[in-house]
């Protein structure tokens, strides 16, 4: 058994036409065609700058989020300290 791979265009009548390889004449064959829509890939407007600056304004966010974090766990551990001496 050999496995092909390629790409095939559909016609508005819904034919599709390919060439199999040349080592593939004068006999039977049993083809399997599993259909898969291509996904078009969308070209990016974006420029490298505004990738830079995106990149920059994520790495401000995850800062502020961890600075936060950590103001949140010390401000727990004085808590906690602090209702252990009352106790």
């Known amino acids: 058994m050999q496995s092909i791979h390629f790409n095939a265009y559909v016609g508005q009548d819904g ?3 390919f060439k199999l390889p040349n ?3 004068n006999q039977e064959v049993e083809l399997f ?26 790495q401000q966010l995850v800062n502020q ?10 401000e727990l ?7 252990v001496n009352h106790e």
Request: glycine share 0%; net charge negative.
């Open 33 to 58: 065609v599993i259909v898969q829509p291509v996904v078009q890939k969308i070209e990016s407007t974006e420029k490298p700058a505004d990738w830079a600056t995106q990149l920059q304004k994520a």
């Open 15 to 17: 034919l599709v036409q």
């Open 77 to 83: 551990i004085d808590e906690r300290r602090q209702a």
């Open 65 to 74: 989020y961890v600075s936060a974090e950590r103001d949140l766990v010390a």
């Open 23 to 25: 080592d593939i004449k």
